[in-house]
Nanobody, 120 residues
Framework: QVQLVESGGGLVQAGGSLRLSCVVS????????IGWYRQVPGKERELVAVIRSGDITNYANSVKGRFTISGDNAKNTVDLQMDSLKPEDTAVYYC??????????????WGPGTQVTVSS
């Protein structure tokens, strides 16, 4: 059974930094896409940053220049370095992985989420 285990959330003051980490276990396949989404109550879950093919990244406009994603699709690990945090970054952050064989169906997997709170 595929499991995503997140770590690194917490409380930080505005302007501070946090680093989130995620490890995927239980999969015999590498991830085709891995990264982070976030959600606040009453709003849809939104993409924060994802990485594919080891070095192709995509960031939400709201975090460009402040957040840095790094990961290894082959090892199914991903980190998110969050700098210059703002109160509006407060959310539950979810690790996400799209996993499947080289040719064949892919499946979405989500972590349980980790709370990030930025105080003003």
């Amino acid at each position: 059974q595929v499991q995503l285990v997140e770590s690194g959330g917490g409380l930080v003051q505005a302007g501070g930094s946090l680093r989130l980490s995620c490890v995927v276990s239980g999969s015999t396949f590498t991830s085709k896409l891995i990264g982070w989404y976030r959600q606040v109550p009453g709003k849809e879950r939104e993409l924060v940053a994802v990485i594919r093919s080891g070095d192709i990244t995509n960031y939400a406009n709201s975090v460009k220049g402040r957040f840095t994603i790094s990961g290894d699709n082959a090892k199914n690990t991903v980190d998110l370095q969050m700098d210059s945090l703002k109160p509006e970054d407060t959310a539950v952050y979810y690790c996400y992985a799209l996993i499947g064989p080289p040719t064949g169906p892919t499946y979405q997997h989500w972590g349980p989420g980790t709370q990030v709170t930025v105080s003003s």
